[in-house]
């Protein structure tokens, strides 16, 4: 089973940050948080990882709370071609497997 | 970035036939590929687990005589879906992991949309 707990869905207007929360409280001290997302009728789109330092990249900010249990993906300026289904997932590190939850769905609205 | 290629994209075939699916991963070596299957509306769930030079590890419910993954390169996995049937029409997936011991993501193919008609 999914170790995590998303929101079905969310809206975001366009130009607007989107907020995505991630609940993972029962989260191990080596697992990291991957967020992916998948746009419709594609395979998942890596986003972002982490452990516990919030990261950063060109796509998206990661921010971990300092128990872990949760996180937030954020979207600084959504645009209609960031709607999809965003899934966090928590995994160790190496080749295990990674298993998906029912994910957000995202509409980011004109 | 890392790169895994699906191949086909589509494919349409009659009931009782068998469809061979391939995923490669194209600039790095994976010792792990994991296949995945996709309904319409749901997430994807992880059929098994494929290890270069081993056999598969396949997840509660999978039919290993159904679904026959060859995992024979470093850079190639398949799977055979035998004598399907339109109950195996579905979106399936596969994703690879270079090192054991690396905290890097999968990276995903773009799918297999199977009809079985």
């Known amino acids: 089973d999914a170790k995590t707990t998303q929101p079905p869905s969310m809206d975001c207007a366009e130009g607007r940050a989107a907020n995505l929360p991630c609940n993972h409280s029962t989260i191990s001290g080596n697992e990291y948080v991957y967020w992916y997302r998948q746009i419709h009728s594609q395979g998942p789109q890596y986003i972002i990882h982490?452990?516990?330092n919030n990261e950063t990249n060109e796509m998206a900010s990661l921010i971990i709370t300092e128990d872990r249990k949760s996180s937030t993906l954020i979207l600084p300026h959504a645009t209609l071609r960031d709607t999809a289904v965003y899934y966090c997932?928590?995994?160790?590190?190496?080749?295990?497997?990674?298993?998906f939850g029912a994910g957000t769905r995202l509409f980011v609205k004109a | 970035g890392a790169v895994v290629s699906q191949h086909p994209s589509w494919v349409i075939c009659k009931s009782g036939t068998s469809v061979k699916i391939e995923c490669r991963s194209l600039?790095?070596?994976?010792?792990?590929m994991f296949w995945y299957r996709q309904f319409p509306k749901q997430s994807l769930m992880l059929m098994a687990t494929?290890?270069?030079?081993?056999?598969?590890?396949?997840e509660q419910g999978v039919e290993k005589d159904k679904f026959l993954i060859n995992h024979a390169s470093l850079t190639l996995s398949t799977l055979t879906v035998t004598s399907a049937h339109p109950e195996d029409s579905s979106f399936y997936i596969c994703s690879a992991s270079g090192h054991s011991d690396s905290n890097q993501p999968q990276h995903f193919g773009d799918g297999t949309r199977l009809s079985i008609l």
């Open positions: 600039d790095f070596q994976a010792t792990t």
């Open positions: 494929s290890n270069e030079g081993s056999k598969a590890t396949y």
């Open positions: 997932i928590v995994r160790e590190p190496g080749g295990f497997k990674t298993i």
């Open positions: 982490g452990l516990k």
